[in-house]
């Protein structure tokens, strides 16, 4: 097939067009800068320089690019700024859906997440609300991410990929990112704030899984689908193995929680035959340092 990846150059993309690529398909990608698009050849795919901001330069990006499928891998968030964040989920996913009807693509594959859903007591799976009446900056995320899939499924085929909390090369939780250093004291990480072993819910999903499950989306049918690893689990349990894997001494427990950290299950994508190389955190984040 031929994909036109937007969100070819972050944490997700980067793995994924090799992936694209090694599973036989022509791929290209756009970037804004110069550097990126180097990369992306480097990786042997087709680059575009555009900003998915620029609604007709992108119409015409796509048309030359003329994919089968469009991906959607945007994110703004290498200085966790969600209200960028919010705006390319909006903006950026309301263009490129405008750019692949003007250009007759029917599927897209988008990047959502799996910690938009409302409180509960277990973790969710696709079928629970998304959490309409959180608090302002967290309503904002789930607004956002809300209407990122209703303009997806516009497109006659629409996979809402459903990430979990990323972690690998690149990410917030990789050795050398914000999570770590904070969890080392380093007051330059601060905007992720301290990292606390409580009773929070979390679902993780390593970038390599996050990857492949785009890959596999390929043929999945249309509809929202949780790419979570097998364990969700509460920050006590996990902090301790992470910081561990760091080297570095585990806070002391605390409890309490957020109440719509819940964690997300991976019934539906295991069910369409996804297999993730880090089934859990365990094993996965002992392997961010091979
Ligand atoms: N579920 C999760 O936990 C989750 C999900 C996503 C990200 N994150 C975290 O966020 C951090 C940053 O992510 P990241 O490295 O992927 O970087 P990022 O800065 O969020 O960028 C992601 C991608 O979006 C593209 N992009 C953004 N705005 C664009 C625009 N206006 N026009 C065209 N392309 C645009 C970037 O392309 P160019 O910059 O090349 O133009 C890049 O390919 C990481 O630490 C990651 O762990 C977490």
Redesign the pocket.
Known sequence: MRIFV????????RVLIPQLIAAGHQVS?????S??MAGLRHQGATAFQ????DRDALKQIVVEAAPDVVMQ??????T?DSE??DT?RRL?TRNLVEAAKNAGVQRIVA?S???GYAPGDAPADESAPLDRDAEEQRRGMVEGVEALEETAAELRDAVLLR?????GP?????PD??AAAALAGDPAASFLGSVEANDSVVSF?H?RD?ARAAVDALEWPSGPVNITDDEPAAAREWVPVYAASLGLPAPRPTSGKLDWARGATNTLARSRGWQPEFPSWRTGFAAQLS
């Open positions: 937007a969100g070819a150059t972050g944490v997700v993309g990608g756009i970037s804004r800068s550097a990126g555009g900003d998915v901001f891998q945007l994110t703004d968030l290498s966790a960028a964040t390319v950026g990047q997440l799996a910690f990430y979990g909390v990323l972690y690149g990410t917030w939780y990789a990112g914000p999903v970038v996050a």
